[in-house]
């Protein structure tokens, strides 16, 4: 199995309907977080967390939420559900403390269509 | 906030030669930490090579290998003897030393083509 699993891997939804993306975790890693991946705009930091009762927002934050039901799930919803937030979606992992220098475990992507 | 561009949208390289890949990056920090991470067409992210920015040597995984010049804020990833799997974008990303920062920044990432 993979240390990070998301789920689904591919999904298209309707304008206005509420969607939720999982991403669940073997690495034992007290940190998650939710990026999102647009054609030639690199990797956008939407939420992350620390711990469960750490999160915080990325950069573009506005239109979706989180929530870490334990150290090794984090969840990423977006409440309505609109065209411009079709993209790829990672979930990534790591370590805390000086191991948080060693980089990311990712999981595999969700690809989302709003249609 | 720290700034990571990739001046390279597309690179081209024939099979067994050798490509540089270009990086650079803005921070007021002394102290950091820098990645490439590449994604090939099944999507998953790896992490390819990491570099301390307080160690002068640059560093080195097999092929990979990168050429970080701390003062001009530059750090390009090399691949020698580029293989077919070696095709996929490639991302730089940066990190604060700061652990209770824990998040990264990533460029806009530089897509290899390997030619046969």
């Known amino acids: 199995d993979a240390d990070v699993t998301q789920t689904p891997r591919n999904r298209i939804t309707k304008t206005g309907k509420r969607i939720m993306l999982e991403c669940s975790q073997t690495?034992?890693?007290?940190?998650m977080y939710w990026y999102r991946q647009d054609p030639g705009l690199g990797l956008r930091l939407i939420y992350y967390?620390?711990?469960?009762?750490?999160?915080n927002k990325g950069e573009i934050s506005d239109g979706y939420s989180v929530s870490r039901q334990a150290q090794a799930k984090f969840s990423l919803s977006l409440e309505s559900a609109i065209p411009n937030q079709t993209a790829l979606y990672f979930c990534?992992?790591?370590?805390?403390?000086?191991?948080?220098?060693?980089?990311?475990?990712f999981g595999s992507g969700t690809r989302l269509t709003v249609v | 906030a720290q700034t990571v561009t990739q001046s390279q949208p597309e690179m081209s390289v024939q099979e067994a030669e050798t490509v540089t890949l270009s990086c650079t990056y803005d921070?007021?920090?002394?102290?950091?930490?820098l990645f490439w991470y590449k994604q090939p067409p099944s999507r998953q992210m790896i992490l390819v090579i990491r570099?301390?920015?307080?160690?002068?040597q640059n560093a080195t995984e097999n092929r990979f290998s990168v050429n970080f010049q701390k003062a001009a804020k530059s750090f390009s990833l090399k691949i020698s003897d580029s293989q077919l799997g070696d095709a996929a974008m490639y991302f730089c990303?940066?990190?604060?030393?700061?652990?209770?920062?824990?998040?990264?920044?990533f460029g806009d990432g530089t897509t290899l083509t390997v030619k046969p």
């Open positions: 990303a940066y990190r604060t030393h700061n652990t209770n920062a824990g998040k990264s920044t």
């Open positions: 921070t007021s920090e002394s102290d950091y930490y």
């Open positions: 570099q301390e920015a307080y160690k002068q």
């Open positions: 690495k034992g890693h007290d940190r």
């Open positions: 990534a992992t790591s370590d805390s403390g000086t191991a948080a220098n060693y980089g990311y475990t």
């Open positions: 967390s620390f711990d469960v009762k750490d999160i």
